[in-house]
């Protein structure tokens, strides 16, 4: 049988279930027998077995300051063929190898180098995936041209780019132009408009999907109240501070709501003490974080999941919540704001930043009730087996 390598810093540990979109989709590539299904996470430590996907760790050589990505290429190329050898994997016997995020392209091009009938794949997760937000010189203009050459080459030796919607491979393409109107990524471009596109050889879409086997409609936990969810990392991008300040705005259409979130990071505190100083503390939540195995649960308590983002390549959540009959509201330039058929979008789509349109939206839902519907089946189970017969045909 022949070998997929899915090589990616995001992936489960026994201690953590941080990259269960990772893990599902190589677990529905396992389901359909066609490869053996390898995984490969940097880091130290030993190899593991995550719910029967075999990981193996690999070292993966930066500075400090994640700085200068390409000094340490050729070093890291070579340790990583080593760590496949050692790990019984002949690269020759590779088909496939699938990385994430731009800087890992450069294992999957070593495995080509190898093996030239490796099929090599970069999956693209977000609006500002090229890679130029990579450490803390990433503002400095000169540091952004010094590594421009570099990524430039590991995108154009990639056999086809994975994108998990059309907007990504929208701001993908559009490089160095800017693609996606976000500061962020406006200041990565900043000053390389005159640089040469990359020759991208293919691209495609291929959305999140969701293990339906566990993320079901029922049972459904009864409560009182209208409780709305929200999960998310609490960084400024997410807008959680948009959602309480729209939560302000129907309070008094709204008087039983309540408010639960799941995420950590730097913008948690300045939530906390908005909810204090709106004296909601019985009123909202905020849990660290869940196993992704209970989060079905978590979503059938809700009447309504908001991801408030204001910049989101696709939305796992979403598409978890729908899949336990849940429905969400989203960021209109969110990845999936394109599954809304367009005579719903102004059902369940805002503005991002602007709360009193946020608050409309849950005014709307919560005095209707509308059912929503998506133009895509995201069952993962399909979408790995249309991907496997028509994108690598």
Known sequence: MQTYLIVTPYFPTPASWRGAYVYDFAAALRRTGRYD??????GSGGNYTYQGIDVIRFPHRMLPSASFPFLFDPLNRRSFLASLRRAGIAPESVAICHAH???????????????PRCRTLLHHHSGDSFGLYIGRLNRFLWHRRLCWPYLVRLHEGIDLHLCISEAVRR????VPRVGWPHPRYEAQLRGLQDRT??????TA???NGVDTARFTPAPRRPHAGFRIGCIANFIPQKGHLTLLKAL?????LI???????????????????YVRECGWEDRVTFEAER???LLPDFYRSLDLFVLPSAFEGFGCVCAEAHACGVPFIAGDDSGIAELIPSDQRDLWLFRPGNAENLAGKILRFHRERPIQHLTTVLDIDTLVRTFLDDTLR
């Open 291 to 293: 196993d992704h195995a």
């Open 37 to 42: 299904v390898r995984v490969l996470v940097p």
């Open 255 to 273: 008087p039983d709501w309540h408010l639960a979130f799941i995420g950590t990071g730097p913008t948690r505190r300045i939530c906390e003490a």
């Open 248 to 252: 302000r705005r129907c309070s008094p």
């Open 101 to 115: 995020t731009a800087l890992f392209a450069a294992y999957a091009l070593a495995v080509k180098a190898v093996n």
């Open 205 to 207: 879409v291929l959305y």
């Open 197 to 202: 596109p990359p020759r991208l050889r293919a």
């Open 171 to 174: 701001s993908l393409k559009a």
